[in-house]
């Protein structure tokens, strides 16, 4: 058929696309008023995004100055509550005798779950000298009793006098010498409301025990709480947390069979369906669950 003769003042010029019948498609006009076609934009050389782009993170990605900013809010977090001179003298002597202590972020977070899950009965796995004591003791309520286990007699003693310099009664710590795992199996079922484990590096092999445990020891609505999992599973943390360092750096064979307990517990925490988990990034890691 033949093309039918403009009718306007000009032709409309058109462009054909290869593919099938041939058509014909108004082009893009040009002229006065009209808004050029977008060009795709091509990035810098170096492989940089654009200024004032956000880089992308998530699984998978690395980027160093996303990193910087994690450490930097970490540090942040890790010093948000502070201290007072009681828990600051705790950590001088523990220093003095290399003995761990949980990092300033950790303490605070034990104070602030010990409030938010209103406890009147709490396990302490790991006494040392008396750090996460006072920070659990902190958070109960005037008729809570905090009950404490560590094979050290000489720890329990500054435990102890810490509480009591930090104005409570001897009568709230029932302390507790032995092995964790001979006197817990004492204890009664789900009479708590808090089990924090907290012990030294060699007895993270014993953690995914210490889990049992706690989940049998605590109430619909309980928490537990492990330290340090999150640092036995990427490594030491201690420029953070101001902890001291080890006595001794364990083989590679302890730490691996260390990491492997720690991964186990982690995985048994996330696959059991009778907990919520979390982990939460302050000092060393605390990986914590609910119990429903």
Do not use: K, N, W
């Amino acid at each position: 058929m033949p093309a039918r003769p403009a009718t306007g003042p000009a032709t409309i010029p058109t462009r054909t696309v290869s593919d099938g019948p041939r058509i014909s498609v108004p082009a893009r006009p040009a002229g006065p008023g009209v808004r050029p076609p977008r060009t795709p934009r091509t990035p810098p050389s170096g492989g940089s995004r654009p200024a004032g782009r956000t880089a992308p993170t998530g699984p998978g990605v690395t980027h160093p100055a996303a990193y910087a900013a994690a450490e930097r809010m970490r540090i942040r977090a890790e010093g948000f509550v502070g201290e007072d001179s009681v828990l600051a003298q705790v950590r001088i002597r523990a220093a003095e005798r290399g003995v761990p202590v949980l990092g300033t972020g950790a303490a605070g977070a034990l104070s602030f779950l010990a409030a938010a899950v209103r406890t009147r009965c709490v396990v302490e796995i790991g006494t040392g000298l008396g750090v996460g004591t006072v920070s659990l003791l902190r958070g109960m309520p005037a008729d809570g009793l905090l009950t404490t286990i560590d094979v050290e007699v000489d720890h329990q003693r500054a435990a102890r006098t810490a509480a009591v310099a930090a104005g409570f009664s001897p009568g709230r710590v029932r302390m507790i010498t032995g092995r964790a795992l001979e006197v817990l199996p004492r204890l009664s079922d789900a009479a708590y409301d808090l089990v924090v484990v907290d012990v030294a590096d060699a007895a993270a092999l014993e953690y995914p025990r210490y889990l049992d445990e706690a989940v049998r020891l605590l109430r619909s609505g309980g928490v537990i709480v492990l330290a340090g999992v999150l640092a036995g599973l990427v490594g030491d943390d201690r420029h953070i947390t101001g902890a001291p360092p080890r006595a001794a750096a364990p083989t590679a064979t302890a730490r691996d069979a260390e990491r492997g307990a720690l991964r186990d517990t982690a995985r048994a925490v996330r696959g059991d369906d009778r907990l919520v988990p979390v982990m939460l990034p302050l000092s060393e890691g605390l990986l914590c669950a609910a119990v429903r």
